[in-house]
Nanobody
């Protein structure tokens, strides 16, 4: 059974940093593309960062480029999202997602429309809250 469990969220001041972790089980990260998505109150779910398999290609939303970094440790079966220079607009519930269909996952990462179109695509964690506030 595929499971993803996020952790590492919390309250941080603007300009601060957090590292989110996503522990996975039931599958090998060698064979799955992964992504971090987020949903702020009253807003659509959106892709933040995605990491491919094989070529390790990455995608970052424009709003987080240069500030966030996605990575994985296959041996530890853990996915990470290092977040720095956090802004109040980064406040959201952050979700870890995995799927072996890397192009489709990247499609969701790029387009909220695709997330709406395929709400059941991929395996999702339960989410972790990140609040950026002074």
């Amino acid at each position: 059974q595929v499971q993803l469990v996020e952790s590492g969220g919390g309250l941080v001041q603007p300009g601060g940093s957090l590292r989110l972790s996503c522990a996975v089980s039931g599958f090998s990260l060698d064979n799955y593309a992964i992504g971090w998505f987020r949903q702020a109150p009253g807003k659509e779910r959106e892709g933040v960062a995605c990491l491919s398999i094989g070529d390790d290609a990455t995608y970052y939303a424009d709003s987080v480029k240069g500030r966030f970094a996605i990575s994985r440790d296959n041996a530890k079966k853990t996915v990470y999202l290092q977040m720095s220079s956090l802004k109040p607009e980064d406040t959201a519930v952050y979700y870890c997602v995995a799927d072996p269909r890397k192009w489709q996952l990247f499609g969701l990462c790029v387009s909220p429309l695709e997330i709406r179109r395929y709400p059941d695509f991929g395996s999702w964690g339960q989410g972790t809250q990140v609040t950026v506030s002074s």
